[in-house]
């Protein structure tokens, strides 16, 4: 069965520092990959996607995912955290047309100290 | 990027009333929307799948009775909360999925509802 995990229920970095989230997915054949982001009390922001081609997706608001095969992961990265990056963020296996719901994982929430 | 609008984005309400959340796609055609549930501090939950011009498939669960879905044109879906009870109370959230090779959800911004 397709599934997304995401280890981490939360993560704390200091404004500055890079930042990784980690994702990781199950499914059959080559999936669709996204990472959303929501604010508090707001809706879920798209950052980026993945749906084939280069492993290395850049997104908006200077983030940037990996896709590996290998590892079943998409993880996601910042080289350097703002306050403004604190949120809940939330990796999904996507549904190619035709194909099966969306799936999102449990979700990350990033504490990003000053 | 796509956007899509939800309105109301708060409402609170009697117990026993209705209320329609509006779901719209503001600058592409969604034939697809989707409507999710959101409890605190977890991920979203999918009630249903929402196809302009058919009836809208629910998710396990969910009563279609209770969350009625009209999908009336490639801009708008509408979720009505009938007879809500504070149980309903909830973050209710909208998607439109754009069609072609690369299908993509764009989220509304959320529809917080709170039953009395």
């Known amino acids: 069965a397709q599934s997304v995990t995401q280890p981490d229920i939360h993560i704390t970095v200091s404004e500055g520092a890079s930042l990784e989230l980690r994702c990781n997915y199950s499914?059959?054949?080559?999936?669709?990959l996204f990472w959303y982001v929501q604010s508090p009390g707001q809706g879920l922001q798209l950052l980026l996607k993945?749906?084939?081609?280069?492993?290395l997706v850049q997104g908006i608001k200077g983030f940037e995912a990996e896709f590996k095969r290998s590892q079943s992961s998409f993880n996601l990265r910042k080289p350097s955290v703002h306050w403004s990056d604190a949120a809940e963020y939330f990796c999904?296996?996507?549904?190619?047309?035709?194909?099966?719901?969306?799936?999102f994982g449990a979700g990350t929430r990033l504490f990003v100290k000053a | 990027g796509a956007v899509v609008s939800q309105h109301p984005s708060w409402v609170i309400c009697k117990s026993g009333t209705s209320v329609k959340i509006e779901c719209r796609s503001l600058?592409?055609?969604?034939?697809?929307m989707f409507w999710y549930r959101q409890f605190p501090k977890q991920s979203l939950m999918l009630m249903a799948t929402?196809?302009?011009?058919?009836?809208?498939?629910?998710e396990q669960g969910v009563e279609k009775d209770k969350f009625l879905i009209n999908h009336a044109s490639l801009t708008l879906s509408t979720l009505t909360v009938t007879s809500a009870h504070p149980e309903d109370s909830s973050f209710y959230i909208c998607?439109?999925?754009?069609?072609?090779?690369?299908?993509?959800?764009?989220f509304g911004p959320g529809t917080r509802l709170l039953v009395l």
């Open positions: 998607s439109a999925a754009t069609s072609g090779a690369e299908e993509t959800q764009y």
């Open positions: 499914y059959g054949a080559t999936p669709y």
């Open positions: 993945y749906f084939s081609g280069d492993t």
């Open positions: 999904a296996v996507g549904a190619p047309p035709g194909g099966f719901k969306t799936i």
């Open positions: 600058d592409f055609q969604a034939t697809t």
């Open positions: 929402s196809n302009e011009g058919s009836k809208a498939t629910y």
